[in-house]
């Protein structure tokens, strides 16, 4: 490892809203020069604009990364070593790069596996958790996510819902947007819709609040979550 190299940092922003920055992420992204982010192809960056609502970052170094959406490995990684690539040539410089992400960076995180892309590569890289979506839904909620000697599940859109949702204790679906239809289904195939509810957009303007999951609409964000209380 060069030590005139610079030191990635992958920053947890939270769900949406500024007010959930930690005090770590605020002071890294005030230190770093370059910060690295997600860029859809419409050009939006939601974590860098979440990041914005909490500290005036015009005159750092933005850094747009693309990647993308397919299902196909070869190709995901493809695009993380490309980013990887792009964030090398600022740390080999010598400057600090964070890269936002929302959430935290040890869920189903984008910014990990550039974290260990360059861990790989031999750079110094530091992870600085967030708040995660589920925690900050389950706030919304007002609901617990445990109880005394019951599980908890994270369990994403494409799992075997049949089969997750018999698990016991409180079960969370991530990323449920895409398919929250099916989803639904799956909720009254095994008799728990009566106990689930759910946040999308939590903490963005956008946020909306569905504890009866026959209302849902037709189209829903990509960032929705249910909680499915324990059973």
């Known amino acids: 490892m060069n030590s005139a190299n610079g030191t990635f940092y992958a920053v947890g922003v939270g769900p949406g809203d500024p007010e959930l920055l930690t005090l770590q992420a605020v002071n890294l992204l005030r230190q770093c020069p370059v910060i690295a982010a997600p860029q859809t192809k419409s050009g939006q960056m939601l974590a860098l604009d979440i990041a914005q609502g909490a500290l005036d970052l015009r005159e750092k170094e933005i850094l747009p990364l693309s990647f993308t959406m397919s299902h196909e490995p070869s190709l995901r990684e493809e695009s993380y070593q490309t980013a990887a ?3 090398e040539a600022f740390l080999q410089k010598g400057l600090d790069v964070a890269m936002v992400n929302l959430g935290d960076v040890s869920i189903f995180a984008t910014a990990y596996y550039i974290f260990a892309e360059l861990r790989n590569d031999g750079f110094e890289a530091v992870m600085a958790p ?32 049949d089969l997750a949702l018999q698990f016991p204790g409180t079960k969370v679906l991530m990323k449920s947007g895409s398919a929250i239809h099916e989803t639904v289904q799956a909720l009254e195939r095994v008799g728990l819709l009566d106990r689930a509810a759910l946040v999308a957009d939590c903490g963005l303007p956008t946020e909306q609040v569905y504890r009866d999951l026959c209302e849902l609409p037709e189209n829903l964000s990509y960032f929705a979550t249910i909680i499915v209380q324990g059973a």
């Open 130 to 161: 967030g708040v995660t979506s589920f925690s900050a839904v389950a706030a919304r909620l007002g609901c617990s996510l445990t109880q005394i000697d019951a599980p908890l599940h994270i369990i994403p859109a494409s799992a075997d819902l």
């Open 85 to 87: 690539r792009q964030i």
